[in-house]
């Protein structure tokens, strides 16, 4: 097990060197002046450079990579070129809203997803089943952004149970703060849900026409023992995958929904600070989604070995 | 029995209590969030919309109607030769942190702007001053190094404001000013909180606080205001939505003026661009009327030159470009095009420029001139085309106030280089007396709108949604300013 968590620590450090490279690489190709861009229209060429000497923008590009990878590796994330503050004091501000919202989100997803799958699987081509497939078709075909719009138009403008964004802060209380992220949860878990229950549906069902499952039933266990105690753990391996994928996606994909519920998450700083050309921020704020990526990768691969035994002694 | 008693008394004073504190605070969303808020070191209007004469004051200030107004001077004298400008400043003045303003912190703020290593993004504004002497604590005299007109109007811009060399260090953070608002509080990407400044030392502001909210999505900017999140919404991004707030008894739609003339700008360096008929085809094609109703629904002002049509010095000169599309093609072909030509239309962000680009797009097309329509991001405009002047048509709305200067500079992306227009405004540089100055502005429109420089559309308008109760609200907007000085609920 120690073997096999070292060499995925290992490739795991590769996949960040190389994508700090791809974000610098292609961050310094993207057209555009952030001296320029505060500075505005009748800015004089005087005002531009010495903006973009405090900046350190007359630096190399070789010097500024190694300075931004330097910085990282002792927690440094640069200083934001728009906002002037540090990066990682605003990512740490940001992340109590993207965290949280991330995995309020995931734990709907699981929570609405477990209980629909195990249901349709077991009651497979019933009215159950065809309930729930019929629903999550719908789900996964629901654009989360319109359905995120018609929640705002309903529970915050027609019945005023929900504000119609904004995020309340953790000073107001866990109460009003989880309410605040309510809304944009159920938006962004909707679809998630719709995908794992269907997921979680035909891993069961592949599982239950295993052989050790007829063995199982051959010993006398009733079809609901068999699964609760011998399917569910094996049809466990993709779900698990799945929910890795989600949560990376829920972390660094909420923009659209940060932006309906103008919520100040992670996605709302880096499309903020693109349009802004705020580079280190959004280098330093990509890094940090794929290092999070990276490492909920790891924990699936971690959590595979321990739902099934047999992926330890491997590779 | 008792209980229903105090129930219903404990309700009665919460409603009370609810209906009091909404009365003394108001939240206004916005749209774009200021970088940081230092209105003296970047050109992002949104820092001057949260802070300007809330926050930070000027030795004079802009009233809404665009006029000039003392502010932390209390008057001024200026010599004979329009060179020394002496002002007295207002006594018991003090910033937010408690030190007191005197004429050494005028000094500071002015030499800072104009300092070698400066960052303020309208440093031309204090090209002008040679020096700057402190008299006497109450006293500051300000000397140019030619006449300048438009001095006083300069200072009353947000980046120009009074700044204190105490809290210079932290005021992209914690801005420190002289206003009837302190600034309280900032969670990034979310909200700017103000409160009242106890100490001011005019008119005491009537709210206790104020809450800017940034809201970027138009769809929902249109949801906070629908669900009162929001009490006042200003520059709302969505026109399309305004018929709908009319209609309902809950709100108020103001319809302003603002100092953005938006033009369809020509590179006049650039063939056939360089031939002025071209140019006068070009604004003979468009329908002002088309763009202004299918781009902005209804909402702007046509103009014929680049000056605000609310200004007293404006000339209606639109009858000069009037649409004529038969006309157009015959200029086009005097000028050697019969067939037209094509050419490029770079586009920036906002909706007046990308729904705009295509109505002119299908407009030119009319008279047989083909666009090639590119999208551009901010960051890319202002390379491209502001600095890298490539392109041959872009669409743009010049929001500084009284900015008609801009035409004497040949190095301008539009590069207009006519001699006459340059003197004319070294002329208005160097005369003071109001009358003669009207004269040489009312010239100076009719000189760019002859050249036919740019393509003229619009005065973008001021456009802002609000509770029906909130009163003293600003509908123009003269400089990107939200200034809640004045404003009040009503009961």
């Keep these: 097990m120690l073997r096999f968590a070292l060499k995925r620590l290992l490739s795991l450090a590769a996949t960040l060197w190389v994508?700090?490279?791809?974000?610098?690489?292609?961050?310094?190709?993207?057209?555009?002046?952030?001296?320029?861009?505060?500075?505005?229209?009748?800015?004089?060429?005087?005002?531009?450079?010495?903006?973009?000497?405090?900046?350190?923008?007359?630096?190399?590009?070789?010097?500024?990579?190694?300075?931004?990878?330097?910085?990282?590796?002792?927690?440094?994330?640069?200083?934001?070129?728009?906002?002037?503050?540090?990066?990682?004091?605003?990512?740490?501000?940001?992340?109590?809203?993207?965290?949280?919202?991330?995995?309020?989100?995931?734990?709907?997803?699981?929570?609405?997803?477990?209980?629909?799958?195990?249901?349709?699987?077991?009651?497979?081509?019933?009215?159950?089943?065809?309930?729930?497939?019929?629903?999550?078709?719908?789900?996964?075909?629901?654009?989360?952004?319109?359905?995120?719009?018609?929640?705002?138009?309903?529970?915050?403008?027609n019945l005023r149970w929900f504000n119609a964004g904004g995020f309340a802060g953790w000073d107001a209380g866990f109460f009003p703060a989880m309410k605040s992220l309510t809304l944009p949860a159920i938006a962004l878990a909707l679809p998630q849900a719709s995908i794992l229950a269907r997921v979680m549906r035909s891993s069961l069902l592949d599982t239950l026409s295993e052989d050790f499952i007829r063995t199982a039933r051959a010993k006398g266990l009733t079809r609901a023992q068999a699964l609760w105690r011998h399917a569910l753990r094996n049809a466990l391996i993709p779900v698990l995958t799945i929910i890795g994928l989600q949560f990376a996606f829920l972390l660094a994909g909420a923009i659209i929904i940060e932006n309906v519920f103008f919520l100040p998450g992670l996605g709302r700083l880096v499309f903020q600070a693109i349009s802004a050309r705020d580079l280190i921020v959004v280098e330093s704020v990509v890094m940090l989604l794929v290092f999070a990526v990276v490492l909920v990768n790891f924990v699936v691969d971690l959590a595979y070995a321990a739902v099934d035994p047999r992926l330890r002694g491997q590779k | 029995m008792n209980f229903r008693k105090i129930g219903t008394a404990a309700a009665l004073t919460a409603l009370l209590a609810g209906a009091a504190q909404a009365r003394d605070e108001v939240i206004v969303g916005l749209q774009l969030e200021p970088p940081h808020l230092d209105p003296t070191s970047a050109a992002a209007g949104a820092i001057d919309s949260v802070l300007y004469a809330n926050v930070f004051e000027g030795l004079t200030r802009f009233m809404s109607d665009g006029s000039i107004t003392p502010g932390l001077a209390e008057s001024w004298d200026i010599s004979e030769d329009g060179l020394v400008y002496t002002f007295k400043l207002r006594s018991g003045v003090t910033f937010h942190d408690g030190t007191t303003l005197d004429a050494g912190d005028v000094k500071f703020s002015l030499d800072r702007a104009r300092a070698e290593d400066s960052q303020n993004a309208q440093k031309a504004l204090f090209a002008d001053i040679d020096t700057v002497e402190v008299v006497d604590p109450q006293t500051v005299r300000v000397t140019l190094s030619q006449p300048n007109g438009s001095f006083l109007f300069n200072m009353a811009w947000g980046d120009a404001v009074i700044v204190a060399p105490e809290s210079i260090d932290g005021i992209k953070q914690t801005p420190i000013g002289t206003g009837a608002f302190k600034f309280s509080d900032w969670v990034q990407g979310d909200r700017i909180e103000l409160v009242k400044n106890p100490d001011y030392w005019g008119d005491p502001a009537k709210l206790e606080s104020a809450t800017f909210k940034f809201i970027s999505d138009p769809t929902a900017a249109f949801a906070a205001v629908m669900a009162e999140d929001v009490h006042v919404f200003s520059a709302f991004p969505a026109p399309e939505n305004l018929p709908q707030f009319e209609a309902d008894p809950r709100f108020q739609v103001l319809v302003g003026s603002t100092e953005g003339e938006t033009i369809l700008s020509t590179n006049n360096k650039m063939p056939p661009f360089d031939n002025v008929k071209v140019r006068q085809a070009l604004a003979h094609a468009i329908d002002r009327q088309a763009i202004i109703d299918g781009a902005m629904f209804g909402y702007g002002t046509p103009i014929g030159t680049h000056f605000a049509p609310h200004n007293p010095d404006y000339v209606d000169l639109t009858e000069m470009s009037a649409y004529d599309?038969?006309?157009?093609?015959?200029?086009?072909?005097?000028?050697?095009?019969?067939?037209?030509?094509?050419?490029?239309?770079?586009?920036?962000?906002?909706?007046?420029?990308?729904?705009?680009?295509?109505?002119?797009?299908?407009?030119?097309?009319?008279?047989?001139?083909?666009?090639?329509?590119?999208?551009?991001?901010?960051?890319?405009?202002?390379?491209?085309?502001?600095?890298?002047?490539?392109?041959?048509?872009?669409?743009?709305?010049?929001?500084?106030?009284?900015?008609?200067?801009?035409?004497?500079?040949?190095?301008?992306?539009?590069?207009?280089?006519?001699?006459?227009?340059?003197?004319?405004?070294?002329?208005?540089?160097?005369?003071?007396?109001?009358?003669?100055?009207?004269?040489?502005?009312?010239?100076?429109?009719?000189?760019?709108?002859?050249?036919?420089?740019?393509?003229?559309?619009?005065?973008?308008?001021?456009?802002?949604?609000?509770?029906?109760?909130?009163?003293?609200?600003?509908?123009?907007?003269?400089?990107?300013?939200?200034?809640?000085?004045?404003?009040?609920?009503?009961?």
């Design chain 1, 19 to 157: 994508a700090s490279l791809i974000i610098f690489l292609s961050l310094e190709i993207v057209p555009g002046d952030p001296a320029a861009f505060m500075l505005g229209m009748n800015a004089q060429e005087d005002t531009l450079n010495a903006l973009r000497e405090e900046l350190g923008l007359n630096q190399g590009p070789l010097q500024r990579y190694l300075g931004w990878v330097g910085g990282m590796l002792v927690g440094d994330f640069g200083t934001s070129y728009t906002y002037r503050t540090p990066v990682a004091e605003m990512i740490l501000e940001r992340v109590q809203v993207s965290l949280p919202l991330a995995l309020y989100a995931l734990t709907l997803s699981t929570v609405i997803a477990f209980p629909a799958g195990i249901w349709a699987a077991s009651r497979r081509g019933r009215a159950a089943d065809v309930t729930v497939m019929g629903l999550t078709q719908l789900g996964v075909a629901i654009p989360n952004f319109w359905f995120a719009m018609l929640m705002v138009l309903v529970f915050a403008i």
């Design chain 2, 325 to 491: 599309p038969e006309k157009s093609k015959a200029l086009l072909a005097e000028a050697g095009f019969p067939d037209g030509f094509t050419t490029t239309l770079k586009l920036p962000p906002p909706s007046y420029a990308r729904r705009g680009g295509e109505i002119i797009a299908a407009q030119l097309r009319e008279v047989g001139i083909q666009t090639e329509i590119t999208n551009l991001e901010w960051p890319q405009w202002l390379e491209e085309v502001f600095r890298g002047k490539d392109f041959g048509l872009t669409i743009v709305s010049h929001t500084e106030p009284a900015d008609i200067n801009i035409y004497a500079r040949p190095d301008y992306y539009f590069q207009y280089d006519n001699p006459a227009f340059q003197e004319l405004m070294t002329t208005l540089n160097n005369t003071t007396e109001p009358d003669e100055r009207s004269e040489l502005l009312q010239q100076a429109q009719r000189m760019i709108s002859e050249d036919y420089v740019n393509g003229y559309l619009f005065q973008l308008a001021a456009l802002s949604v609000a509770n029906v109760k909130v009163q003293g609200l600003w509908a123009n907007a003269p400089t990107q300013a939200t200034d809640l000085t004045g404003v009040y609920w009503q009961d």
